[in-house]
């Protein structure tokens, strides 16, 4: 079993931005799909952005592409999610959350972070 553990989120201005880590141990990390996913208060657990296991693929939500970039160092078992831009409508726990193959459903990815806030205001 892989563990994933998230960290970086807080809250930020309007147009900041903010890094996330998803730190994974257990297995070996590269032969996981990571995705991140966010949930806001009283809505559904939403798709944001996916990677492959080899960093050679990645996919995003529509509302984040441009803003928003996931990237990979299997040296150090770490997803990354550089967020750019930032609007309110970011404001949400966001989880990492791994797989066996490629995937953009919550149903798909096989275990999970305990997930980190980050909020958006002024």
């Known amino acids: 079993q892989v563990q994933l553990v998230e960290s970086g989120g807080g809250l930020v201005q309007p147009g900041g931005s903010l890094r996330l880590s998803c730190a994974a141990s257990?297995?070996?990390?590269?032969?996981?799909?990571i995705g991140w996913f966010r949930q806001a208060p009283g809505k559904a657990r939403d798709f944001v952005a996916a990677?492959?296991?080899?960093?050679?693929?990645?996919t995003y939500a529509r509302s984040v592409k441009g803003r928003f970039t996931i990237s990979r160092d299997n040296a150090k078992n770490t997803v990354y999610f550089e967020m750019n831009n930032l609007e309110p409508d970011d404001t949400a726990v966001y989880y990492c959350?791994?797989?066996?193959?490629?995937?953009?459903?919550?149903?798909?990815?096989?275990?999970w972070g305990q997930g980190t806030q980050v909020t958006v205001s002024s």
């Open positions: 959350a791994g797989a066996t193959d490629w995937g953009t459903t919550v149903s798909e990815y096989e275990f």
């Open positions: 257990g297995h070996t990390f590269s032969n996981y799909y």
């Open positions: 990677i492959s296991g080899s960093g050679g693929t990645t």
